[in-house]
Protein backbone atom coordinates (compact mmCIF):
# COMPACT_ATOMS: atom_id res chain seq x y z
CA UNK A 1 0.00 0.00 0.00
CA UNK A 2 1.11 3.32 -0.73
CA UNK A 3 1.57 4.30 3.24
CA UNK A 4 4.12 1.62 4.24
CA UNK A 5 6.97 3.28 3.19
CA UNK A 6 5.95 6.49 4.88
CA UNK A 7 5.72 4.49 8.35
CA UNK A 8 8.64 2.99 7.39
CA UNK A 9 10.69 5.88 7.25
CA UNK A 10 8.71 7.33 10.48
CA UNK A 11 9.96 4.21 12.21
CA UNK A 12 13.85 4.98 10.92
CA UNK A 13 13.49 8.44 12.21
CA UNK A 14 12.76 7.47 15.81
CA UNK A 15 15.19 4.78 15.93
CA UNK A 16 17.81 7.28 14.62
CA UNK A 17 16.26 9.98 17.79
CA UNK A 18 16.84 7.25 20.14
CA UNK A 19 20.17 6.51 19.07
CA UNK A 20 21.94 9.64 19.50
CA UNK A 21 19.84 10.49 23.13
CA UNK A 22 21.74 6.94 24.16
CA UNK A 23 24.89 8.12 22.89
CA UNK A 24 24.61 11.10 24.46
CA UNK A 25 23.37 9.64 28.00
CA UNK A 26 26.58 7.30 27.67
CA UNK A 27 28.75 10.23 27.16
CA UNK A 28 27.24 12.17 30.35
CA UNK A 29 28.17 9.07 32.41
CA UNK A 30 31.68 8.86 31.25
CA UNK A 31 31.90 12.73 32.19
CA UNK A 32 30.48 11.93 35.86
CA UNK A 33 33.53 9.49 36.55
CA UNK A 34 35.95 11.92 36.27
CA UNK A 35 37.37 13.52 39.20
CA UNK A 36 36.00 16.49 40.65
CA UNK A 37 37.89 19.87 41.92
CA UNK A 38 36.74 20.88 45.53
CA UNK A 39 36.54 24.37 45.82
CA UNK A 40 38.72 26.37 48.04
CA UNK A 41 36.99 27.08 51.31
CA UNK A 42 35.54 30.61 52.15
CA UNK A 43 37.66 33.44 54.91
CA UNK A 44 36.39 33.49 57.91
CA UNK A 45 35.04 36.83 57.35
CA UNK A 46 31.71 37.69 55.58
CA UNK A 47 31.35 41.43 56.84
CA UNK A 48 33.74 44.01 58.33
CA UNK A 49 32.79 46.43 61.05
CA UNK A 50 31.61 49.69 61.14
CA UNK A 51 34.82 51.72 61.28
CA UNK A 52 34.37 54.73 62.74
CA UNK A 53 32.76 52.98 65.78
CA UNK A 54 35.67 50.42 65.82
CA UNK A 55 38.00 52.85 68.26
CA UNK A 56 36.24 53.04 71.88
CA UNK A 57 35.68 56.90 72.89
CA UNK A 58 38.27 56.13 75.76
CA UNK A 59 41.47 55.03 73.11
CA UNK A 60 40.71 58.40 70.72
CA UNK A 61 41.20 60.62 73.56
CA UNK A 62 44.44 59.12 74.48
CA UNK A 63 45.70 59.04 71.09
CA UNK A 64 44.05 62.30 69.71
CA UNK A 65 44.88 64.63 72.95
CA UNK A 66 44.01 68.21 73.27
CA UNK A 67 40.44 66.72 71.78
CA UNK A 68 39.06 66.31 75.27
CA UNK A 69 39.33 69.76 75.89
CA UNK A 70 37.56 71.26 72.80
CA UNK A 71 33.98 72.68 73.49
CA UNK A 72 30.82 69.63 73.06
CA UNK A 73 30.40 70.10 69.75
CA UNK A 74 33.80 70.24 68.12
CA UNK A 75 34.85 67.45 70.55
CA UNK A 76 32.11 65.41 69.23
CA UNK A 77 32.95 66.12 65.74
CA UNK A 78 36.26 64.70 66.38
CA UNK A 79 35.50 61.72 68.13
CA UNK A 80 33.10 60.95 65.50
CA UNK A 81 35.70 60.30 62.91
CA UNK A 82 35.03 60.97 58.89
CA UNK A 83 34.30 57.50 57.02
CA UNK A 84 36.53 57.05 54.08
CA UNK A 85 34.37 56.90 50.44
CA UNK A 86 34.04 53.01 49.26
CA UNK A 87 31.36 51.59 47.01
CA UNK A 88 31.14 48.15 48.92
CA UNK A 89 31.20 48.15 52.47
CA UNK A 90 31.27 44.40 52.96
CA UNK A 91 34.90 44.63 50.98
CA UNK A 92 36.53 48.30 52.38
CA UNK A 93 35.55 50.30 55.14
CA UNK A 94 38.06 53.11 56.55
CA UNK A 95 37.71 55.83 58.82
CA UNK A 96 39.84 58.93 60.05
CA UNK A 97 40.33 61.15 62.79
CA UNK A 98 42.70 64.40 63.12
CA UNK A 99 43.02 67.00 66.34
CA UNK A 100 44.77 69.77 66.55
CA UNK A 101 46.62 70.52 69.91
CA UNK A 102 48.83 73.75 70.84
CA UNK A 103 51.86 71.80 70.85
CA UNK A 104 51.08 68.67 67.85
CA UNK A 105 48.81 67.78 65.39
CA UNK A 106 48.02 64.03 65.73
CA UNK A 107 45.79 62.03 63.59
CA UNK A 108 44.89 58.52 63.12
CA UNK A 109 42.84 56.25 60.48
CA UNK A 110 42.29 52.38 60.33
CA UNK A 111 40.91 50.60 57.36
CA UNK A 112 39.47 47.35 56.71
CA UNK A 113 39.89 45.23 53.56
CA UNK A 114 37.62 41.99 53.02
CA UNK A 115 39.37 40.01 50.51
CA UNK A 116 37.92 37.72 47.91
CA UNK A 117 39.55 35.08 45.60
CA UNK A 118 37.56 34.80 42.69
CA UNK A 119 39.47 31.68 41.35
CA UNK A 120 38.05 28.03 43.74
CA UNK A 121 41.67 26.81 43.69
CA UNK A 122 42.68 29.65 46.07
CA UNK A 123 40.94 30.49 49.21
CA UNK A 124 39.93 33.61 50.34
CA UNK A 125 42.81 33.30 53.03
CA UNK A 126 45.49 33.00 50.67
CA UNK A 127 44.67 35.67 48.43
CA UNK A 128 44.49 37.77 51.75
CA UNK A 129 48.14 36.90 52.53
CA UNK A 130 49.37 37.57 49.12
CA UNK A 131 47.64 40.77 49.50
CA UNK A 132 49.54 41.60 52.85
CA UNK A 133 52.75 40.13 51.33
CA UNK A 134 52.83 42.64 48.80
CA UNK A 135 52.48 45.55 51.45
CA UNK A 136 55.41 44.08 53.76
CA UNK A 137 57.34 44.02 50.40
CA UNK A 138 56.47 47.70 49.77
CA UNK A 139 57.82 48.65 53.47
CA UNK A 140 61.29 47.12 52.37
CA UNK A 141 60.33 43.86 54.96
CA UNK A 142 60.11 40.00 54.85
CA UNK A 143 58.25 38.00 57.35
CA UNK A 144 60.80 34.79 55.80
CA UNK A 145 62.16 34.52 59.79
CA UNK A 146 59.68 34.32 62.50
CA UNK A 147 59.90 36.49 65.10
CA UNK A 148 59.92 35.03 68.65
CA UNK A 149 58.72 36.52 71.73
CA UNK A 150 61.20 39.18 71.80
CA UNK A 151 60.29 40.58 68.53
CA UNK A 152 59.92 44.07 69.83
CA UNK A 153 63.18 44.14 71.70
CA UNK A 154 65.44 43.44 69.25
CA UNK A 155 65.66 44.13 65.07
CA UNK A 156 65.07 40.87 64.12
CA UNK A 157 65.58 39.61 60.47
CA UNK A 158 68.97 40.44 58.47
CA UNK A 159 66.44 42.90 56.07
CA UNK A 160 65.44 45.05 59.18
CA UNK A 161 68.86 45.51 60.78
CA UNK A 162 70.00 46.77 57.33
CA UNK A 163 67.20 49.45 57.68
CA UNK A 164 68.03 50.55 61.25
CA UNK A 165 71.79 51.11 60.00
CA UNK A 166 71.23 54.46 57.51
CA UNK A 167 68.93 57.51 58.18
CA UNK A 168 69.70 59.23 54.42
CA UNK A 169 67.57 58.81 51.52
CA UNK A 170 68.24 55.22 50.89
CA UNK A 171 66.63 54.12 54.55
CA UNK A 172 63.37 55.53 53.56
CA UNK A 173 62.74 54.82 50.19
CA UNK A 174 60.27 51.77 50.64
CA UNK A 175 56.77 53.39 49.94
CA UNK A 176 54.14 53.79 52.85
CA UNK A 177 52.74 50.34 53.07
CA UNK A 178 49.43 51.35 54.09
CA UNK A 179 48.55 52.68 50.58
CA UNK A 180 45.04 52.12 50.66
CA UNK A 181 44.25 53.80 53.90
CA UNK A 182 42.74 56.69 54.33
CA UNK A 183 44.52 59.95 52.44
CA UNK A 184 43.41 62.31 55.20
CA UNK A 185 45.63 60.46 58.12
CA UNK A 186 48.34 62.85 57.36
CA UNK A 187 48.56 66.49 58.94
CA UNK A 188 49.71 67.75 55.80
CA UNK A 189 48.89 66.53 52.93
CA UNK A 190 51.95 68.10 51.16
CA UNK A 191 54.16 66.22 52.98
CA UNK A 192 56.49 63.90 51.03
CA UNK A 193 59.40 61.41 52.36
CA UNK A 194 62.97 62.71 52.13
CA UNK A 195 66.26 61.77 53.52
CA UNK A 196 65.64 64.12 57.02
CA UNK A 197 65.42 61.69 59.86
CA UNK A 198 62.69 63.20 62.27
CA UNK A 199 65.98 63.18 64.77
CA UNK A 200 67.30 66.40 62.97
CA UNK A 201 65.95 68.88 65.42
CA UNK A 202 67.86 71.41 67.03
CA UNK A 203 70.65 71.21 69.61
CA UNK A 204 69.38 70.45 73.06
CA UNK A 205 66.51 69.28 72.23
CA UNK A 206 65.02 66.83 74.97
CA UNK A 207 62.60 65.04 72.71
CA UNK A 208 62.61 61.16 72.22
CA UNK A 209 64.59 61.03 68.40
CA UNK A 210 64.22 58.04 66.09
CA UNK A 211 67.16 56.11 67.76
CA UNK A 212 64.89 55.76 70.56
CA UNK A 213 62.47 53.89 68.61
CA UNK A 214 62.82 50.45 67.09
CA UNK A 215 62.87 50.41 62.78
CA UNK A 216 60.59 48.94 61.15
CA UNK A 217 60.04 45.24 61.39
CA UNK A 218 57.97 42.36 61.37
CA UNK A 219 55.85 41.75 64.17
CA UNK A 220 54.72 38.85 66.04
CA UNK A 221 51.74 37.67 68.03
CA UNK A 222 49.17 39.95 66.21
CA UNK A 223 47.03 38.02 64.23
CA UNK A 224 48.39 35.58 61.52
CA UNK A 225 51.02 38.45 60.38
CA UNK A 226 51.78 41.91 61.02
CA UNK A 227 54.36 44.33 60.44
CA UNK A 228 55.37 48.24 61.16
CA UNK A 229 56.64 50.71 59.16
CA UNK A 230 58.00 53.65 60.92
CA UNK A 231 58.29 56.53 58.22
CA UNK A 232 59.88 59.96 59.71
CA UNK A 233 59.28 62.74 57.27
CA UNK A 234 59.17 66.48 56.68
CA UNK A 235 55.45 68.37 56.15
CA UNK A 236 57.29 71.39 53.52
CA UNK A 237 60.63 72.18 54.27
CA UNK A 238 60.87 73.02 57.94
CA UNK A 239 58.17 71.18 59.94
CA UNK A 240 58.86 67.42 61.07
CA UNK A 241 56.16 64.64 60.76
CA UNK A 242 56.42 61.02 61.69
CA UNK A 243 53.88 58.58 60.52
CA UNK A 244 54.06 54.85 62.33
CA UNK A 245 52.28 52.09 60.32
CA UNK A 246 50.72 48.95 61.82
CA UNK A 247 49.47 46.56 58.98
CA UNK A 248 48.50 43.19 59.70
CA UNK A 249 46.19 40.23 58.39
CA UNK A 250 43.74 38.12 60.47
CA UNK A 251 42.54 34.94 58.05
CA UNK A 252 40.53 36.60 54.62
CA UNK A 253 40.93 40.59 56.46
CA UNK A 254 43.79 42.71 55.70
CA UNK A 255 43.78 46.14 58.55
CA UNK A 256 45.83 48.72 58.52
CA UNK A 257 46.30 51.45 61.54
CA UNK A 258 48.17 54.58 60.79
CA UNK A 259 49.08 57.36 63.79
CA UNK A 260 50.84 60.37 62.71
CA UNK A 261 52.06 62.89 64.46
CA UNK A 262 53.49 66.71 63.68
CA UNK A 263 54.75 69.15 66.42
CA UNK A 264 54.14 72.51 66.63
CA UNK A 265 57.64 73.76 66.49
CA UNK A 266 60.24 73.22 64.13
CA UNK A 267 62.55 72.43 67.33
CA UNK A 268 60.28 69.41 68.26
CA UNK A 269 60.89 65.77 67.14
CA UNK A 270 58.08 63.82 67.06
CA UNK A 271 58.13 60.72 69.76
CA UNK A 272 58.47 57.64 67.71
CA UNK A 273 58.50 55.33 70.66
CA UNK A 274 55.22 56.58 72.03
CA UNK A 275 53.83 56.49 68.28
CA UNK A 276 54.82 53.01 67.51
CA UNK A 277 53.65 51.73 71.42
CA UNK A 278 49.97 53.66 70.77
CA UNK A 279 49.50 52.15 67.12
CA UNK A 280 50.15 48.73 68.48
CA UNK A 281 48.22 48.56 71.23
CA UNK A 282 45.35 49.81 69.05
CA UNK A 283 46.10 47.20 66.25
CA UNK A 284 45.54 44.38 69.04
CA UNK A 285 42.70 46.01 70.44
CA UNK A 286 40.90 45.52 66.66
CA UNK A 287 42.27 42.45 66.11
CA UNK A 288 40.14 41.17 69.82
CA UNK A 289 37.28 42.74 68.31
CA UNK A 290 37.42 40.99 64.91
CA UNK A 291 37.91 37.35 66.59
CA UNK A 292 35.22 38.22 69.11
Not at 58 to 80: I, S, Y
Not at 166 to 182: L, N, T, Y
Not at 252 to 270: C, F, G, M, S
Request: with cysteine; hydrophobic share 35%.
Amino acid sequence: MAYVPGVALLAALVVGCSAGSDSNANGADSKAGSPTVTPAPPGKYLTLPAPCRAVPRGTLKDLLPGAAELPGDQQEKVFRGSASVTYDTDRKVGCSWKSDAPDATRSLSIDFERVVSYDPAVSDDDRADTVYAKKEKAAGLSSSATPGPDAEKNTGTPGEKEKSKGKGADAEKPEDPAGDAVASADPSSSSSPSGDAAGEGGAGDSSVGPEDALPSRVLGNLGDAAFLHDLPTRAGSTAQQRTVSVVFRTSNVVVTVRYAEQPALVTQVPDGKELQEKAQALARKLAETLSE
